[in-house]
């Protein structure tokens, strides 16, 4: 069983800057393909951003595309996602999400096998 522990959420002004820890179990991290999700009040979990597992190539969900970063440090078992520019629109729980066995990219919500308890993020205006 894997287990995800998450990190780094709070309350930020709206153009400031925050950074998400996603701690992992396991010895096969450096083989999982890695998401970030988020939820908001009353919405449904969206996609956020992945890593993949081979490469350590990324995506992006086009509304965090150029504002947000995800990087992964295999020595660690850390996956981790910068977030810069920040809108109160950000708003909402951030989940880190395991894909295994990964090695490609994954953008929905089924493809994860395991799932971080979430962290909240508030922008203020």
């Known amino acids: 069983q894997v287990q995800l522990v998450e990190s780094g959420g709070g309350l930020v002004q709206a153009g400031g800057s925050l950074r998400l820890s996603c701690a992992a179990s396991g010895r096969t991290f450096s083989t999982y393909t890695l998401g970030w999700f988020r939820q908001a009040p009353g919405k449904e979990r969206e996609f956020v951003a992945a890593?993949?597992?081979?490469?350590?190539?990324?995506s992006y969900a086009d509304s965090v595309k150029g504002r947000f970063t995800t990087t992964r440090d295999n020595a660690k078992n850390t996956v981790y996602l910068q977030m810069n520019s920040l809108k109160p629109e950000d708003t909402a729980v951030y989940y880190c999400?395991?894909?295994?066995?990964?090695?490609?990219?994954?953008?929905?919500?089924?493809?994860?096998?395991?799932w971080g308890q979430g962290t909240q993020v508030t922008v203020s205006s």
């Open positions: 890593v993949s597992s081979i490469i350590g190539s990324t």
């Open positions: 999400a395991i894909r295994y066995p990964g090695g490609g990219m994954y953008y929905s919500r089924p493809d994860y096998n395991y």
